[in-house]
């Protein structure tokens, strides 16, 4: 089991350096821009939602992507506060040459579980968790290839 386990995080890892070789872009910024251009005016609280992390995470995330030229943040409704998500043409340009899975191998992978899997394996990394003495439950909100 632990052979697993290092397996699938060193394979994880891999991936992001990959990623990051090739994009000049982290793995979670990556996959923030796939959710943005599949959702094109995407609000930030939505794109944290999509990733699975908490809304400061996204907000520095995007705060890169905008150094970056990657992303850009716009308000183009009556509301002001409303803030849209849109990809540049830079964004647009890196996110088509970029590896594929564009969200990661791990999220990859669990998405093309069936169903009945994924809840069992999701049951059994409950027990595990539970039976941990020490654990970071932070870490649910924050992109793997962060941790």
């Not at 069992?120 to 649910?140: T, V």
Request: with cysteine; charged share 25%; aromatic share 2%.
């Amino acid at each position: 089991m632990l052979r697993q386990f290092r397996i699938v995080i060193r394979s994880i890892k891999r991936h992001y350096q990959w990623v990051e070789k090739r994009c000049g872009v982290s793995g979670a910024q990556l996959w923030a821009m796939e959710r943005i251009a599949a959702s094109p005016g995407l609000s930030p609280g939505d794109l944290a939602s999509q990733l699975a992390i908490h809304p400061s995470t996204a907000s520095n995330l995007l705060a890169r992507l905008e150094e970056l030229g990657m992303v850009k943040r716009s308000r183009r409704s009556r509301d002001q506060r409303r803030v849209q998500l849109m990809l540049t043409t830079k964004g647009t340009s890196v996110l088509r040459k970029a590896p594929r899975p564009l969200k990661g191998v791990l999220q990859q992978a669990l998405a093309d579980m069936p169903p009945a899997s994924l809840a069992a394996l999701q049951r059994r990394l409950n027990d595990l968790l539970a039976l941990m003495r020490i654990r970071d439950d932070a870490a649910r909100t924050q992109p793997l290839s962060d941790i």
